[in-house]
């Protein structure tokens, strides 16, 4: 059992299109997180959720929109996708806010034509 | 500003141990050091966290000096699975604080050299 999965692992889309990306996590931790690792590979963290509560929202712009129908589950939305956009993104979980012993998913590479 | 400096590249042998330092000259009294991995297209890997002591698990030791202002990361035998980015953080414990506290730096490349 993969303890957080993603889907899709790749996604190649067109400027404009509206993208998901899914993640679920069967560990039955609490906090959520996205993270952006650009061509730079530089991972910055975009938002945390705990209890499906928006904790952090990193100034990233309105177009990505996440969504936690539970706390096993955090999805991304994206509309009206830049080719800025194109990058690995990262679902991650944690039993409490923080990174101790945060696991990750396998990353969805997202490329934006 | 980054809270951490590490070196952006560094060479060890298969076999032999490997030793990566980190620096976090302004880490709190609360904060602990993490390390984290990521190998070559994969999700980044927790390893290893603590606050002053000394920490060893099945993957690592954390070696933190007593003023807590460095600290370095040793894998005792270093295999050619073990050539990653190696990540060092400073954060708080449960609360992270804040998306500083879960913010990951440049890192060091580990080559581990057969």
């Known amino acids: 059992d993969t303890a957080v999965s993603q889907t899709p692992k790749y996604l190649v889309t067109q400027m404009g299109n509206d993208k998901s990306i899914k993640c679920e996590q069967n560990?039955?931790?609490?906090?959520m997180y996205w993270y952006k690792q650009d061509s730079k590979k530089f991972l910055k963290i975009m938002f945390s959720?705990?209890?499906?509560?928006?904790?952090i929202n990193e100034t990233v712009p309105n177009r990505f929109s996440p969504k936690s129908p539970d706390k096993a589950h955090l999805n991304l939305h994206i509309n009206s996708l830049e080719l800025g956009d194109s990058a690995v993104y990262f679902c991650?979980?944690?039993?409490?806010?923080?990174?101790?012993?945060?696991?990750f998913g396998q990353g969805t590479r997202l490329t934006v034509v | 500003d980054a809270k951490t400096t590490q070196p952006p590249s560094m060479d060890c042998a298969e076999g032999r141990a490997a030793n990566l330092p980190c620096n976090h000259s302004?880490?709190?009294?609360?904060?602990?050091v993490y390390w984290y991995r990521q190998i070559h297209s994969q999700g980044p890997q927790y390893i290893i966290h603590?606050?002053?002591n000394n920490e060893t698990n099945e993957m690592a030791s954390l070696i933190i000096t007593e003023d807590r202002k460095s600290s370095t990361l040793i894998l005792p035998h270093a295999t050619l699975r073990d050539t990653a980015v190696y990540y060092c953080?400073?954060?708080?414990?449960?609360?992270?604080?804040?998306?500083?506290?879960?913010?990951f730096g440049k890192g060091t490349h580990l080559i581990i050299q057969p």
């Open positions: 560990l039955g931790h609490d906090t």
């Open positions: 302004t880490i709190s009294g609360n904060e602990y």
């Open positions: 953080i400073v954060s708080l414990l449960y609360s992270g604080g804040g998306a500083d506290g879960l913010t």
């Open positions: 959720y705990n209890n499906k509560e928006l904790i």
């Open positions: 603590g606050l002053k």
């Open positions: 991650a979980s944690s039993q409490h806010q923080g990174l101790a012993e945060a696991f």
